[in-house]
């Protein structure tokens, strides 16, 4: 199975003034048999960062359920290459 599913849960801070909404995000890549976990935090930069697997549009819509403290799954599946591509640089593997 070379197709992984992607499911990004995010870790909301409670304070409205303590500056990002979003934490970090746990990202969770699964094919039924194996998974991998990767944690981003959030520098300011998420639509940005998501607008490189998804189109922007569609990354600024995932930024405001994840403000929400709501999961999201993604709707496609990916190879763990390209989540691996995707994450390199922005988070790492837990």
């Avoid at 569609?58 to 994840?66: C, E, S, T, V, Y």
Wanted: some cysteine; hydrophobic content about 40%; charged content about 20%.
């Amino acid at each position: 199975m070379n197709d992984y599913f992607l499911v990004a849960s995010p870790t909301v801070n409670s304070q409205k003034d303590s500056g990002h909404r979003i934490k970090s995000v746990l990202f969770v890549a699964t094919n039924g048999i194996k998974s991998r976990r990767y944690v981003v935090q959030n520098t300011g930069a998420l639509v940005l960062d998501l607008a490189c697997l998804v189109d922007a549009g569609r990354a600024a819509r995932i930024i405001q359920k994840l403000c929400g403290g709501r999961p999201y799954l993604f709707y496609e599946t990916f190879t763990l290459e390209q989540i691996e591509a995707w994450m390199d640089g922005r988070g790492k593997v837990v």
